[in-house]
């Protein structure tokens, strides 16, 4: 990448929304370096971008010192965007201790790399700051019900510690700071073992194995498709907002997860049987979206209804099955 044109920073930005946003922003001209560990990340999510010219790709974690590589671009960035954390329930447990530091330490030197450059910056927290939520659907202004010591603490206490920063190196006057808070999100280029409900449903579907259900399936979710969430950040980081506050980013309908298995079996238009699991600890009973504030400050709404969204999740997912299957030496 070799001119002086303004950069913007995309941290995690292999991953599944993150190499999302990193297509949305080239398709609009921007100068975007993405800088991921490629822990839960895929390398194959950014093929396509490593060859256009205002792409590049730095390999580092951000509980690190960032490296060389990033920090010769300091003065250049405009724009930094943490979408860096692994983010699946499965996944982030996996290494408990590197989750919460993604989030505390990852996020604090993003926070300082921002205030060196003059950039803006924009953390994707999540619904999990919301624990188990006694209000419903979830405001803003709801302040959570998580478990501090249950196994998603490393997550959702994580998450919460980096909004904290956030907000205080904005109070400090130190950073112009944006805070999103993502709901279920689907789409192409999830990963295929995420272990996350849509990604699992979608692979057995298509391997006809039984739909896993984990509880009674009467837990509720609210799923956007990835390319609603990607503008609505977008969106959030370009708006000017009257005052500093979180936002919502998320598609307020929401279904049991009984709901979704019968909504993929007719999609699948065969009989597909199911089973059940144990709930796991600490899993929200309910969760949706109150988006009036994104509605009413960014002009966003989520526009892909959830059948249309599935609909391009199987294509993709099917097509990414078929291409593991066949052996690299055939
Ligand atoms: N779930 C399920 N079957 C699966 C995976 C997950 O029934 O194969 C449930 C899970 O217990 C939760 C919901 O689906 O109630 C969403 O889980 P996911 O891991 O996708 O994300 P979460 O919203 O819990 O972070």
Redesign the pocket.
């Given at each position: 990448m070799k001119t002086n044109k303004e950069l913007t920073l995309v941290a995690g930005g292999a991953g599944f929304i993150g190499s999302h946003l990193c297509r949305f922003l080239l398709d609009r001209g921007e100068q975007v370096v993405c800088l991921d560990n490629l822990q839960t990340s895929r390398e194959a999510n950014i093929l396509s971008l490593e060859g256009e010219s205002g792409f590049e790709f730095v390999e580092a974690d951000i509980v690190d010192p960032l490296p060389a590589s990033i920090l010769r671009h300091a003065g250049r960035f405009t724009r930094i965007y943490n979408l860096a954390c692994a983010?699946?329930?499965?996944l982030y447990q996996a290494d408990p201790e590197h989750t919460m530091l993604t989030n505390v330490l990852g996020t604090d030197r993003l926070l300082r790399l921002a205030e060196q450059s003059g950039a803006r910056f924009l953390l994707t927290s999540t619904?999990?700051v919301y624990g188990d939520p006694e209000m419903h659907p979830q405001r803003e202004s709801y302040r959570g019900n998580v478990s501090c010591t249950g196994p998603?603490a490393c997550y959702d206490e994580g998450k919460r510690a980096a909004e904290a920063l956030t907000f205080d190196f904005l109070r400090t006057s130190r950073v112009d700071v944006r805070v999103a808070r993502i709901f279920?999100t689907y789409g192409p280029q999830m990963r295929l073992d995420d272990?996350?409900?849509?990604?699992?449903?979608i692979c057995?579907a298509l391997s006809g194995e039984p739909?896993?259900?984990?509880?009674d399936?009467t837990?509720t979710?609210s799923f956007c498709y990835v390319g609603d969430t990607v503008r609505g950040l977008w969106r959030l980081m370009e708006s000017d907002l009257p005052e500093p506050q979180p936002i919502n980013i998320g598609n307020p309908q929401e279904l049991t997860?009984n709901e979704?298995?019968e909504t993929l079996r007719e999609m699948a238009g065969r009989p597909i049987e199911v089973c059940h699991?144990p709930?796991?600890t600490d899993?929200?009973r309910r969760?949706r979206p109150d988006i009036t504030l994104a509605h009413e400050l960014l002009g966003w709404k989520p526009t892909t209804p959830l059948r249309e969204g599935l609909r391009t999740t199987l294509t993709w997912f099917g097509s990414e099955l078929q291409r593991n299957r066949v052996s690299p030496l055939a």
């Open positions: 983010a699946s329930p499965e619904s999990e998603r279920n272990g996350r409900v849509i990604s699992n449903l057995q739909l896993t259900i984990y509880g399936g837990q979710r997860i979704l298995v699991r709930l796991p899993d929200p969760r």
